[in-house]
T-cell receptor, first 111, second 110 residues
Framework: DVKVTQSSRYLVKRTGEKVFLECVQDMDHENMFWYRQDPGLGLRLIYFSYDVKMKEKGDIPEGYSVSREKKERFSLILESASTNQTSMYLC??????????FGQGTRLTVV | RKEVEQDPGPFNVPEGATVAFNCTYSNSASQSFFWYRQDCRKEPKLLMSVYSSGNEDGRFTAQLNRASQYISLLIRDSKLSDSATYLCVVTTPRDDKIIFGKGTRLHILP
């Protein structure tokens, strides 16, 4: 079974902190994605990567950065967390043109 | 026009009824299409892929209309457990970006 694992289910951070969200997949997928999901706004793409050390901005990259040093790991970084980044963060991975598999999500609260 | 559009609902449907939703997409070069189901506070999970010839899985039927650029999902004999949000997903060939619709909420009423 494909497994996509996110490092934390729930996280509480203070405004201004640097936050790391980690995502690991075990199916050798090329493509990995970070989304945030908010009520009424659906899933919004933050960043995606289709190869090691490659990254592409999604629809809402401001305030975020990413790192993909190894194929199986895609990290989302909040450089200086703000309260408007309180959200559910979902990581996904996929092979080309195939279905996406999601991690269980990280519910981040910034106080 | 948004890349992928869905009616957000909610669709309130009595148990046993048939319900259908559509999803429109703007990029005619889109290549792969899926329906995902998301339960409250859970991650989305694949419900079914959508093939050009249409496909059926039990009570669920998915269809693709390339000419009009939409996909559809039909649920027959709906069950209480079908209550969820259904997300339409489209991928584009150039960069394999996955684009999600905002989802359609379905409530099956006893």
């Amino acid at each position: 079974d494909v497994k996509v694992t996110q490092s934390s289910r729930y996280l509480v951070k203070r405004t201004g902190e640097k936050v790391f969200l980690e995502c690991v997949q075990d199916m050798d997928h090329e493509n990995m994605f970070w989304y945030r999901q908010d009520p009424g706004l659906g899933l919004r793409l933050i960043y995606f990567s289709y190869d090691v050390k490659m990254k592409e901005k999604g629809d809402i990259p401001e305030g975020y950065s990413v790192s993909r040093e190894k194929k199986e790991r895609f990290s989302l970084i909040l450089e200086s967390a703000s309260t408007n980044q309180t959200s559910m963060y979902l990581c996904a991975s996929t092979a080309w043109g195939d279905e996406a598999f999601f991690g269980q999500g990280t519910r981040l609260t910034v106080v | 026009r948004k890349e992928v559009e869905q009616d957000p609902g909610p669709f309130n449907v009595p148990e046993g009824a048939t319900v259908a939703f559509n999803c429109t997409y703007s990029n005619s070069a889109s290549q792969s299409f899926f329906w995902y189901r998301q339960d409250c506070r859970k991650e989305p999970k694949l419900l079914m892929s959508v093939y050009s010839s249409g496909n059926e899985d039990g009570r669920f039927t998915a269809q693709l209309n390339r000419a009009s650029q939409y996909i559809s999902l039909l649920i027959r004999d709906s069950k209480l457990s079908d209550s969820a949000t259904y997300l339409c997903v489209v991928t584009t060939p150039r960069d394999d970006k996955i684009i999600f619709g905002k989802g359609t909420r379905l409530h099956i009423l006893p």
